[in-house]
């Protein structure tokens, strides 16, 4: 066992997969020579050279282009893009090609790509670099969308998304990047995609969360002070999700809250109570409340603490469902 850090747990990921299949190569921006904007991948280069740990331009839809093509020829590209808002201008080759070539191709092609982006804020940087745009990729069918929330998913997952025959967006919540340690196995292990995680069990009301905003959910329900029996939920993947364990869990709560910094409207949120509602209303002592970022372009630094969700904010969510 080692003591890790999520941008730790990402370079043991990526180590584990380098070593373990020699198809698997990683390329972006600064990625080798200086092992990424976070370090993330620091080393690498050195450990297995420059034709497998490759620099590139500072040219996000090249990149992304470049990644499918390789790919669909046998290759396992893991592609960084160095901030989620600069996916934006790669945006039509994951939809229109990355996503479709299974289908396009009739099962003659895959495209086992992984796409890693740092996402979320509070880290008062500037525009474009604090996105949380994970509901966007859910809505494309073909592409997998995965957002761990510790440092011993983060390892696992990665893993589990490059072994993976289709594109996976892996999106790293940059806020908690260096906040959580945990102790890793430096054995090689997975963590299924689609699998949530129960993080506590309760019986009052459910909390989901995934990214940054589990560990405000867990200091939410800390300061509680066990003034409810919550179930806290780490969704860990968005597309797929696992309606299972959700539902399950509210059909015994008949409660249930949603977190995500995300803004509001079409965010994954509406998506899982949508769900709820086909597959628990009955089951329900209260509407499903949200706790989200407002429907407004992320702001710059001065202002992130009255757009982020916080602990009070959660609270005041729960409070809303318990007492409706």
């Not at 299974?102 to 992984?114: K, L, T, W």
């Not at 919550?230 to 696992?242: A, F, G, K, M």
């Not at 209303?281 to 757009?307: I, N, Q």
């Amino acid at each position: 066992m080692v003591v890790a850090n999520i941008v730790q747990a990402v370079g043991m990921g990526l180590r584990q997969e380098l070593a373990r299949d020699k198809n698997v190569i990683v390329l972006g921006e600064d990625v080798g020579l200086n092992g990424g904007v976070f370090r993330a991948t620091d080393g690498l280069q050195k450990e297995f050279g420059e034709s497998r740990i490759i620099d590139t331009p500072l040219a996000e839809l090249g990149i992304v282009g470049v990644s499918i093509g390789l790919a669909v020829n046998g290759i396992k590209p893991v592609a960084e893009i160095q901030f989620s808002g600069f996916v934006y201008a790669a945006f039509d080759q994951l939809l229109s090609h990355a996503a479709r070539i299974r289908m396009r191709s009739r099962g003659r092609y895959s495209c086992p790509m992984v796409l890693r982006a740092p996402y979320g804020g509070g880290i008062k940087a500037l525009e474009l670099h604090c996105e949380s745009g994970e509901a966007l990729f859910s809505h494309i069918p073909g592409l997998k969308m995965v957002v761990p929330s510790n440092p011993y998913d983060t390892k696992g997952l990665l893993a589990a998304a490059i072994r993976d025959p289709d594109p996976v967006i892996f999106y790293e919540p940059m806020r908690i990047y260096r906040a959580i340690k945990q102790d890793i196995p430096e054995d090689e292990y997975i963590v299924p995609i689609g699998k949530a995680n129960v993080i506590q069990e309760g019986d009052d009301l459910t909390l989901i969360a995934w990214g940054s905003m589990l560990k405000t959910c867990q200091d939410a329900i800390e300061k509680l002070n066990n003034k409810y029996s919550v179930e806290l939920i780490d969704l860990r993947t968005i597309n797929p999700y696992d309606a299972e364990t959700v539902i399950e869990s509210v059909k015994k709560t008949g409660r249930c809250v949603i977190v995500h910094e995300a803004i509001r409207t079409c965010g994954f949120a509406a998506e899982l109570i949508a769900s709820i509602n086909e597959k628990a209303l009955l089951s329900l002592e209260a509407p499903v409340a949200r706790v989200t970022s407002p429907d407004v372009p992320f702001p710059l630094a001065k202002l992130e603490g009255y757009f982020l969700p916080d602990v009070n904010r959660v609270l005041k969510g729960i409070e809303k469902a318990m007492n409706f």
